[in-house]
Nanobody, 126 residues
């Protein structure tokens, strides 16, 4: 069964950068999309970014646009989330998620994703 393992979280200061990684256990087809979500206690899981259908397009939440970049390394079956200019509101557990043949209109919903990483904590201090 396909597995996602996310990593790279940590404690950083406001303004710093951090790169998260999502290792996918097997090579995926071009219809496979990988997204990043984040969640803080007591709140719903929030869409951050997605690499749509093998990387044909990328999408970002307005709150991270211009600061975060999603990319992939096909040779390593790994998707990255490069985060810069971090602020305290970025503090959350970050999850990578995968889905096959999803509908574009649903890409921001966690319900559209069938495979999830275990989560990695990102804490931004002032």
């Amino acid at each position: 069964q396909l597995q996602l393992v996310d990593s790279g979280g940590g404690l950083v200061q406001a303004g710093d950068s951090l790169r998260l990684s999502c290792a996918v256990s097997e090579r995926t087809s071009s219809d496979f999309s990988v997204g990043w979500f984040r969640q803080v206690p007591g709140k719903a899981r929030e869409f951050v970014s997605v690499l749509w259908r093998g990387g044909s397009r990328t999408y970002y939440a307005d709150s991270v646009k211009g600061r975060f970049t999603i990319s992939r390394d096909n040779a390593k079956n790994t998707v990255y989330l490069q985060m810069s200019s971090l602020n305290t509101e970025d503090t959350a557990v970050y999850y990578c998620a995968g889905t096959r043949r999803a509908i574009l209109s649903t890409m921001r919903s966690p319900d559209a994703y069938h495979y999830w990483g275990q989560g990695t904590q990102v804490t931004v201090s002032t």
